[in-house]
């Protein structure tokens, strides 16, 4: 008797990858750093589960993380541009 392996297609790196795009706004408010490592990881989950098991969950976290880090690095360069002129920020 031969035993059928099944392959579950789990979500998780899906759920994972929209947890950190989501978290990662909230985090860009006090370190655009840190949130622009959440987003890379949250881009790397989403694709590799986009590659796996795509699903609209999986969708919406590539594009969060991808806008995420589109904002976070233009929030670093506009930052750096204020203090390299002597612009107070306060």
Known sequence: ?????????????GVSAFTLAVSGFFIAVFTPVASFFMFLVGLIFSIIQQ????????????????VGMVL?????VIVY???YQGVGLL
């Open 1 to 13: 008797m031969v035993r059928k392996e099944r392959r579950t297609t789990g979500i998780k790196l």
């Open 51 to 66: 590659r796996k098991n795509p699903n609209k969950l999986n969708t919406w976290a590539l594009v969060l993380s991808i």
């Open 81 to 83: 541009i204020l203090i």
């Open 72 to 76: 976070v690095i233009a929030f670093i």
